[in-house]
């Protein structure tokens, strides 16, 4: 069963940011975009093994979290009915991804 990876607008906008950043701090935009390129490539090896790294339904219900090169977070939900893997965040150096995935309190 092959599923399909859909980064959704927020965390293309933080991809941009990472890439932009990166470029900015090595002064090398080749590297940079080498790095995004690298984390897009490994979000969508999710299309085989979608049910990777560790549930978070603490944060979300349904939110999944695993890591890229130990510098990246990467959030996600599976929905298995619709074979969708939406990734929904992506953190990079140190952001505080647990304050920016947790459901607002009622």
């Known amino acids: 069963m092959s599923y399909t990876v859909h980064f959704v607008p927020e965390a293309q ?3 941009d940011a990472i890439e932009d950043y990166i470029a900015l701090a090595s002064g090398h935009p080749g590297t940079a975009a080498n790095f995004v390129d690298g984390i897009v490539a490994y979000c969508e090896s999710f299309e085989t093994f979608p049910e990777r790294g560790t549930r978070r339904d ?11 090169r130990k510098s990246t ?34």
């Open 13 to 15: 906008d933080q991809l």
């Open 73 to 106: 977070m990467l959030a996600f939900r599976v929905d298995t009915d619709a074979q969708v893997i939406a990734i929904i965040g992506v953190f990079h150096g140190g952001q505080d991804y647990e304050a920016a995935m947790s459901e607002p309190e009622q």
């Open 58 to 68: 603490d944060l979300l219900p349904g939110l999944r979290m695993t890591s890229y």
